[in-house]
Every structure is written in C-alpha cells, then in structure tokens.
C-alpha cells in the first residue's frame, strides 16, 4: 500500500474547512435576511391599507372646523382659569391693609402696643355691648307682641262673653244677628236706636254698651264745631274765625282734620267745651233703664288742644253718643233710651226727652253737612251707603292700650229713623272699619228707611259756601290714601291732603280756600300720656296765651240756613 505524503494531506483539511466556514456564513446570512424583508412587506402592506380607508372616508371642513373651534375654546378657558388663578392669589385691599398694619404694628414700641390692645380690647367689649342690648331690644319687642296678642285675645273673649249672657228680650232678632255677623270676631259693641222714641233695637255687647267708657276720639269734633259755631269762632263760611283761609267746617268734619278743631278750641277753652258737651249729653247717665249705666268722664283741668280733637280725657259710652247725634239730627231734644221687656211696653213706647240742647237750630245744625260729607266723600265713604241718608262722624285713636275705631251716625238724616253706633277695640281697629259694620246694619235696615234726596239736599247745603271740589282721578287718589291716616293721629295726612287741594286749585278745578302754613313763631303742644309713647309723637302749633282767653264775639253775619221742620 502506498502512502501519500502528509503535506498533501494538510491541503485537503484546510480546503474542506474552508468550504465548510464558506457554507456556514451563507446560510446564516440568508437567515438574518429572511425577517427583514418579511418585515417591510407587512409594513408596506399596512400603509397601503390605511391610504385606502383615507381615501374612503375623507375628513369634511365642517368637522375639522368643529374640532378647531373646541381647541380654541379649550384655549381661551384656560387662559381665562389661570387669570382667575392669578386674580384669586393677588391679595385684596384688606388683606393689604391687614398687612401694613401688621408691619406697622412690628415697628411700634412696647407702650404702643399694649396701649394698641387696650384700643382692640374696648372696642370689642363696645361691639358685644351694642349685640347684647340689640338682642334686649329683640326680646322686649317679642315679649310686647307677645302681650299685645294676649291682650287683644281677652278683649275678644271678653266680647265673646259678654254677648252670650246679653239680655235679648224685646229686641229685633234679626237686626241683632246681623249686628252680631257684621262685628265678627272683633272686640266692640254695636247699638241700633230708633231716632224719635229712644227705643233699643238691638244692643250687642250690653255690658260694653253701658258699663264700660270709651275714649271718643274724633267723634268729639261734632261738640267742637257746635261749641265754635255758637261762639261765632268759626264764621259764615265755615272757616276758623280770623284765620284767613284754610279748610271749612265740612271738609274738616268729613276728612277729621285734627288741626282745624285744635284752632277753634284753643279760642274756646276747656270750661266751655265742658258746657257744650254736656249740652249734648256727654258726662252724665242717659237715663237707660238697665243697672250700672256709666256716666262717662269729662276733661275737668286738661287745657291741651287735643281736647278738642282727639278727646284725651273724655270718656263716652255708645249710648250717649247715640243720644247725641240723634239730637243733633232731631230738633236739638236728647232722647232717653229704653230697653223694652215686654210686648205692653214695645206697643206703648212713648219717646222721653230727658232734655234740649238749648241752642239756636243754626248753630248745632252748622256740623250736619260735614257729617253728610263723611259718608258721601270723607272718612265713612266706603263703608256706607251716603244714598241712604246715611250722616255721622267715625273717629280713632289709642285708648285704654289699643286702638279704638268709632262711628256715630243716623239714617235718614232728614228725618231720622235710627241711630247707629259702633265701637271697636284691638290693633288694627280704626273709625272706617266701625262705619263698614254700621252699613251692613243700615242694609239689613233698609225697608224701613225713607230717604229724601231734597230735604237731605237742603241740609246739605245749609249757608252759602261753595260746592265740593270735582278733583281729578290722581288728586282724588292722594286723598283717599291720606283719609286712611288722617282720623288716625297722622298730621303727615292732613298735610297730603291740603298739597293736593293746593294743586287742584292752582289748575284752576276749584275756587275753594286753601289751607295756610302755621305760624312758625307759636309754641308746640305734643300729646299727653294718654296716647301710646310707642306711637309717632304729634306736634301742632299752639298759642299758649290764646287758650283761655276772653273772647269776645266777633260782629260776623251769620249765614243763612235751611231749616227743616220735623215731623213726629
């Protein structure tokens, strides 16, 4: 056998390993490039498919219009968040104040700063000083609302009472039914009187009626007028004796004007207005034949000029001054009321005139037009019926711790038939009020009413002054709201009142006289303790050395008046 040689054998190892190495290398290469080019296929694959959606579906102006517009919104609130951002952390000028004074502060010595918390320290104990007394005002001011509900609640109990354990025999049922329905739940009484023979018709709240005293309020002007009209200190036209103008007697006994009658009675004086109004029946029984009948109260040493307006001092029941206006409207004779028990006395009722008031017919007759205007224009307006002949006088004011709401009045005025008299107590009593219960009576009373539109014409008109005013609808307006007040201790009412007369007479509506400013030079009378100090303090012009003085009668022509006869 033969041997090759070992350099040949070399040769052949290296070529195969070579060969080999060359081999490996291919196939590694042609795997790393195997997943690259698999990969940009997929990719091209990808980008073509999305090209093809793009251009299926393209995106419209309206849309991209929409998401720009949501952009720039999203912009400006932000912008506008971190303005407020920027605003919120910038310190207000008291948190700048705060901090000076507290730099301040860091600067001042040891005095000033105890001195400077002394200053904090006084003012804090004043701060809850004022609290505490603001919460005692609070509380006394619940507790009086308290008492006065409490109060009002007992006159209404004491109505309540009353009425049940009244005496109804001989009255007229009916009547009285609609007197009791008319006051409702209020606290007051009613009395209905025939005008001619003094006969009770009805009497609601007997014990009130005649046991109890009132304050009249401005009832109390009817004496006034009378007492100024006899004294010659009101004239022919009805104006206050040398005042040169202003309102007459029937305009101030319709719209209650407290000045007006404050003038006559500081001329008049006390003394006389005690002798008028007894002339009229007030300060004495009126003869009733029930028990315990009231005399009432006279003035005796009070010079003050509410007097004469709001009737401090006086006190009435209704029956005396049912008794005084029907002898106002019957001839000047005072009428003696009778309860009638029994059917023999109702048929054989026969009228008892206690006595006159001794005057000339023209003096006391001078207050029945401005009792006609109270219910025609004035006061009374809108709770009677002036058609009917209604005549009378509302009044209010404070008495006793409440208010209390009047009225006196007749029907027919011409020929009186009955008397009507109402008097309400509690806190939203007022004078228009009673007049509205009197005219739901006057109704239920209406088929025995007669009225005569001349005769009441001719009472009406009694002397020469000039007819009412014909206002326009604002004036008449501004006078309604004032007449709400004006019986109600509210001079701010009279003066509304006279602005509008004024303006009405300057655009030419009316010649009547206006009224004049007062004398700026006389002494201020305020109200005595008989009126409520919580109430608004009434301040009126008064001439102290005029109130008593000795008046002598001034020669004035008295007007001529229309008297009627009366028939019995």
């Not at 006609?372 to 002949?389: F, K, L, P, S």
């Not at 005025?413 to 509205?436: C, L, N, S």
Request: charged content about 25%.
């Amino acid at each position: 056998m033969k041997f090759m040689r070992p350099e040949k054998h070399s040769a052949f190892a290296l070529l195969a390993l070579s060969a080999v190495f060359l081999l490996s290398s291919s196939y590694l290469e042609a795997q790393t490039k195997k997943p690259a080019a698999r990969s940009v296929a997929k990719n091209a694959a990808t980008a073509k498919k999305d090209a093809a959606k793009t251009k299926a579906k393209p995106v419209s102006r309206q849309t991209a219009s929409a998401k720009n517009t949501k952009a720039a919104q999203a912009k400006r609130t932000n912008t506008k968040s971190s303005k407020a951002t920027s605003a919120a952390k910038k310190p207000t000028a008291r948190e700048l104040a705060a901090q000076k004074k507290a730099a301040a502060a860091k600067k001042l010595t040891p005095a000033q700063q105890r001195a400077e918390a002394a200053k904090k320290r006084k003012l804090e104990a004043q701060r809850q000083a004022a609290l505490a007394a603001q919460r005692r005002r609070e509380q006394a001011a619940r507790e009086a609302r308290a008492r006065a509900i409490a109060f009002e609640n007992n006159l209404k109990t004491q109505t309540a009472e009353n009425i049940a354990k009244d005496n109804t025999e001989g009255e007229d049922l009916r009547v009285r039914q609609t007197a009791i329905n008319a006051l409702g739940g209020r606290a007051g009484t009613v009395v209905v009187m025939e005008a001619q023979t003094g006969k009770i018709v009805t009497m609601v709240n007997q014990d009130w009626a005649v046991r109890h005293g009132f304050k009249p309020c401005s009832t109390i002007k009817l004496v006034t007028g009378v007492a100024g009209l006899n004294e010659g200190l009101i004239n022919g036209d009805g104006l206050v004796t040398g005042s040169g103008g202003g309102m007459d007697l029937d305009d101030a006994l319709a719209r209650s004007n407290n000045p007006y009658f404050q003038r006559v009675g500081a001329n008049l004086g006390s003394a006389k207005m005690i002798d008028y109004a007894k002339r009229l029946g007030l300060g004495q029984p009126t003869g009733v034949n029930m028990p315990g009948e009231n005399p009432g109260r006279l003035p005796h040493g009070n010079n003050n000029p509410r007097i004469y307006s709001h009737a401090d001092d006086f006190e009435v029941t209704p029956l005396q001054l049912a008794v005084m206006v029907t002898a106002i409207a019957n001839g000047g004779e005072r009428v003696v009321p009778k309860v009638s028990k029994s059917r023999i006395e109702q048929t054989a009722m026969k009228p008892t005139v206690k006595g006159t008031i001794g005057l000339p017919e023209r003096n006391y007759q001078g207050v029945i037009p401005g009792m006609i205007g109270a219910a025609e224009y004035g006061t009374a307006r809108r709770g009677v019926d002036h058609n009917m002949g209604v005549a009378g006088k509302t009044g209010s004011c404070i008495g006793k711790g409440s208010w209390v709401g009047l009225f006196a009045s007749v029907a027919p005025v011409e020929d009186p038939k009955y008397a009507v008299v109402v008097i309400t107590r509690g806190q939203g009593e007022r004078g228009r009020i009673a007049a509205g219960i009197a005219g739901q009576i006057y109704r239920a009373l209406s088929n025995n009413i007669k009225p005569d539109a001349s005769r009441r014409l001719a009472l009406k008109n009694i002397g020469t002054r000039p007819a009412n005013p014909i206002l326009p609808d604002t004036a008449i307006a501004a006078i309604e709201e004032a007449d709400e007040e004006s019986d109600d201790d509210a001079p701010e009412a009279e003066t509304k009142i006279a602005d509008e007369k004024r303006k009405v007479v300057v655009a030419g509506a009316s010649s009547r006289p206006v009224g004049t400013q007062a004398d700026p030079n006389k002494k201020i009378v305020t109200r005595t303790t008989q009126s409520k100090p919580a109430f608004p303090t009434v301040v009126i012009p008064y001439n102290k050395d005029a109130a008593t003085p000795t008046v002598k009668k001034p020669e004035t022509k008295n007007r001529p008046r229309v008297v009627q006869n009366r028939q019995n």
